[in-house]
C-alpha cells in the first residue's frame, strides 16, 4: 500500500522560504522511466493546481509558471522522499499543498492531476504579513 506523508507548511511572511518534504512508503520511485512525483496546491475555493514534479527517466522537472524561478523540486530516490524548495513566497503561494505519486506518467503532462494515482493528505502554507 502507497502511503505518502508531507511535512514542512507554516506560516511565513512574504518573501520567506519553506521546504516541504514528502515521505513515501510502499512505493519506489526508479530512474527506469514512467514514474513522476510532484506537487500540487489548493487554495480555497480554487482548483488543485500542480506545481512542480519531476520525471524519473530523465529527472526532467516541470513547474507552473507562477513558480518558475522560485520553487525547486527535488527527490532522494534512496530514501523515498520528495522536497519542494520554496522561496520569494507570496501571500498567492498561500495553500494546502499535496505531495502526489504516478507510475507510467506522460513526461509532457506531470503538472496534470491524471498522471498521479497516489495523493498524500497535504500541509498547509500560509503566507502574509
Known amino acids: 500500500q502507497v502511503q505518502l506523508k508531507e511535512s514542512g507548511g507554516g506560516s511565513v511572511l512574504p518573501g520567506g522560504s519553506l521546504k516541504l518534504s514528502c515521505a513515501a512508503s510502499g512505493y519506489t520511485y526508479d530512474d527506469y522511466g514512467g514514474h513522476c512525483m510532484g506537487w500540487f496546491r489548493q487554495a480555497p475555493e480554487r482548483e488543485r493546481e500542480g506545481v512542480a514534479a519531476?520525471?524519473?527517466?530523465?529527472?526532467?522537472?516541470d513547474y507552473a509558471d507562477s513558480v518558475k524561478g522560485r520553487f525547486t523540486v527535488s527527490r532522494d530516490n534512496a530514501n523515498n522522499m520528495l522536497y519542494l524548495q520554496m522561496n520569494g513566497l507570496k501571500p498567492e503561494d498561500t495553500a494546502l499543498y499535496y505531495c502526489?505519486?504516478?507510475?507510467?506518467?506522460?513526461?509532457?503532462?506531470?503538472?496534470?492531476?491524471?498522471?498521479?494515482?497516489?495523493w498524500g493528505q497535504g500541509t498547509q502554507v500560509n503566507i502574509s504579513s
Open positions: 502526489a505519486a504516478g507510475r507510467w506518467c506522460g513526461r509532457g503532462g506531470l503538472l496534470a492531476a491524471r498522471e498521479y494515482t497516489w
Open positions: 519531476i520525471y524519473s527517466g530523465d529527472s526532467f522537472a
